[in-house]
């Protein structure tokens, strides 16, 4: 029985365990380590969800990724000052033996539940669905490099690095809902323009790899934009674009190629336009790849009805809160993007 830290059983009852427990479990032995429990809040009788981090890795995994305690503190810090309707909220964070945090519950679950289902997704669904994810990517992105509000960033970008289904939690079992982004155990705070400042002296001492990194500095943000375009994939589509089970190829070759499985017949009902989002975000040069601003001015995204009904489904769960307006928001060419953050390689 796992034993709750005492201020924490003092506010909270716990209760079931959420989500695919068993692939909770399997996740264990691959070192990241948590599960999410339903809790209820004494105080306020409201449901809550607990996501339990445990600080023991498995030492037999052998996995050497960076203490999870460096990162969910960087975590935490992140999510308590960054506040968009489409990342999740957290409500209370305990450490005892492992970590404790206490967050909005999305009765929905995760997309991951939804796309796995036989049925597929209807095109609007998933539509309203992106729309959000390129909202809180975006402004995940933009909030911290253009918006002086969350100065301690200083001004620097956060990437998520690890988008998928799993991470993006529904507000609602109803199919039109508001979903959230979770998860940012392996985001990365961009440095400051150091490479700028690198390159003024010079570069006598310099790596090669550091030079030969100048191509692709700035584009560390575009692996999010990939990773939107699997996850567009698979809503659309109900498969995913880079698979095992293709035999021709390795899932490595298929994705450092960018070579996705077609199905004609899973992909007939699909607009045109859609898949053409799908292609202009699965580009294997991160320099050509769409950004979140320009996959906002997509087509397919020029949809008043869907952005209407996001509308609404906000002024339901909040009456303050208005929505970041990116129309007002300083249009940052992506040279200027290119200008304000750097890192080596990514
Ligand atoms: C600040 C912690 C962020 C985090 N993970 N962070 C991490 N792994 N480093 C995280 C990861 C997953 C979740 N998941 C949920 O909240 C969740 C709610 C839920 C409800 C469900 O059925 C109703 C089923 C699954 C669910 N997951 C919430 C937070």
């Known amino acids: 029985q796992m034993m709750f830290p005492k201020e924490f059983r003092e506010k909270y009852i716990m209760s079931k365990t959420l989500g695919r427990f068993l692939t909770e479990l399997c996740s264990c032995f691959s070192g990241a380590c948590g599960e999410v429990k339903l809790a209820f809040e004494k105080s306020t009788c409201n449901k809550v969800a607990v996501k339990i981090i445990n600080k023991r ?8 990724d960076a203490n999870p305690a460096l990162n969910i503190n960087t975590e935490i810090e992140i999510l308590k000052k960054i506040d968009h309707p489409c990342l999740i909220k957290i409500k209370n964070f305990f450490e005892a033996e492992d970590y404790y945090i206490v967050l909005e519950l999305m009765e929905g679950g ?7 289902r036989p049925i ?10 992106f729309y959000q994810m390129l909202l809180a990517v975006k402004v995940h992105n933009r909030s911290v490099t253009c918006w002086g509000a969350l100065n301690y960033l200083h001004d620097n970008g956060i990437i998520h690095r690890d988008l998928k289904p799993e991470n993006v939690l529904l507000s609602s079992s109803e199919e039109i809902c508001l979903i959230k982004i979770t998860d940012f155990g392996q985001s990365k705070i961009l440095g400051e323009a150091s490479l700028m400042k690198t390159l003024c002296g010079t570069p006598m001492y310099l790596a090669p790899e550091v030079l030969n990194s100048l191509g692709t500095a700035g584009y ?13 994939f698979v809503c659309l589509c109900g498969y995913p674009p880079f698979n095992e089970q293709n035999t021709q190829l390795s899932l490595k ?3 450092t190629h960018g070579k996705y499985t077609f199905i004609a017949k899973e992909w007939k009902h699909v607009s045109d336009m859609a898949l053409d989002l799908v292609k ?8 050509k790849r769409l950004t979140t601003e320009e996959a906002l001015e997509h087509p397919w995204l020029q949809d008043e009805d869907m952005k209407t009904t996001f509308q609404q ?12 307006e990116t129309s007002k928001m300083p249009t940052t060419t992506r040279k200027r993007l290119h200008e304000n953050e750097e890192e080596y390689g990514s």
Do not use: H
Not at 120 to 129: A, F, R, V
């Open 110 to 116: 995760e997309l991951y539940d939804r796309v796995s």
């Open 253 to 255: 070759d298929q994705i």
């Open 57 to 64: 890795k498995f030492v037999a995994s052998g996995l050497t």
């Open 313 to 324: 489904l906000l002024a339901q769960t909040c009456t303050n809160m208005s929505p970041p």
């Open 120 to 129: 597929k997704m209807k095109e609007d669904t998933c539509k309203l669905y």
């Open 220 to 232: 560390s943000r575009a692996v999010d934009c990939w990773s939107l375009g699997v996850i567009l």
């Open 280 to 287: 202009k975000l699965l580009v294997v040069d991160p320099s």
